[in-house]
């Protein structure tokens, strides 16, 4: 894909203006603007169509990569700005922070770059809804429970059926979703040293919800953005589904049996 070839380009070309600027003593510009990852071309590309293919192994890593190599170009501009030639040089060194920076960005660049290429990176069409998502599930069954069901019988029913999320409901009406990964963030946050509590504590009340008619491509920018990795699907204002991040790719990427 093109965007990659040309951010490898302009990256090399960036790589070379730092170092020019080092050599010769010259200020940079807007040394603190540098770390906004939205500054070239493939940051604009990651936060915008690139989010398209967010459900790929390669796409997080990459994104991450990213950001680290404008912070630590900022951090590097600021140095030379400052006239602190030493840490520049440490920084610019064989093995320095820079150089190892950039050397994983290419890497990650490169290894997205086949991702988005194979079959796997292009299953994904604009036209994709949600609703082929739910259709495509083996159990389209909503396991439910109740807000005031203790927190190690949801757990149970989770292990029970193999799933990751469960609807909580009060008093008949939709509380928003109990997750495995709420659950364990919520021990770690918390430093929880009991389990005598009910799923109530630890339901994400603030859930966003999505609509059966919407594409794929924004259920992932929603998945993305918000780190979440279970949406509620809701269709005439009744909850008709739960999908997750794995639901996409079991749909999506192909697996050779």
């Not at 019988?153 to 928003?176: P, Q, R, T």
Request: hydrophobic share 40%; proline share 3%.
């Amino acid at each position: 894909m093109s965007i990659f070839n040309e951010a490898i380009e302009t990256h090399a070309e960036w790589k070379l203006t730092l170092i020019k600027h080092f050599n010769e003593g010259m200020a940079i510009d807007d040394a603190k603007a540098i770390q906004s990852s939205h500054l070239c071309e493939l940051g604009r590309w990651i936060n915008g169509k690139g989010i398209h293919y967010a459900y790929l192994p390669s796409f997080e890593p990459m994104r991450a990569e990213h950001e680290e190599f404008h912070r630590v170009s900022a951090e590097l501009a600021e140095h030379i700005n400052a006239g602190e030639t030493a840490k520049a040089r440490e920084m610019l060194a064989h093995g320095g922070a820079f150089r190892q920076s950039s050397a994983k960005l290419v890497a990650a660049i490169m290894e997205c770059s086949k991702e988005v290429d194979s079959p796997a990176g292009k299953s994904i069409k604009p036209t994709d809804k949600i609703k082929d998502i739910l259709k495509a599930k083996t159990n389209q069954t909503v396991f439910s429970v109740n807000s005031d069901t203790p927190v190690l019988d949801a757990i149970k029913l989770m292990v029970k059926h193999n799933i990751g999320s469960l609807a909580v409901y009060k008093n008949g009406e939709f509380l928003g979703i109990f997750t495995d990964h709420g659950f364990m963030q919520h021990i770690a946050i918390k430093s929880l040293t009991t389990l005598d509590i009910t799923v109530a504590d630890m339901t994400d009340t603030n859930t966003i919800f999505v609509q059966c008619d919407d594409s794929i491509s924004q259920c992932m920018v929603l998945m993305t953005s918000t780190r979440t990795r279970h949406l509620p699907v809701i269709k005439d204002g009744r909850l008709v589904g739960i999908i997750s991040i794995g639901d996409i790719i079991k749909k999506f990427i192909p697996y050779n049996e």
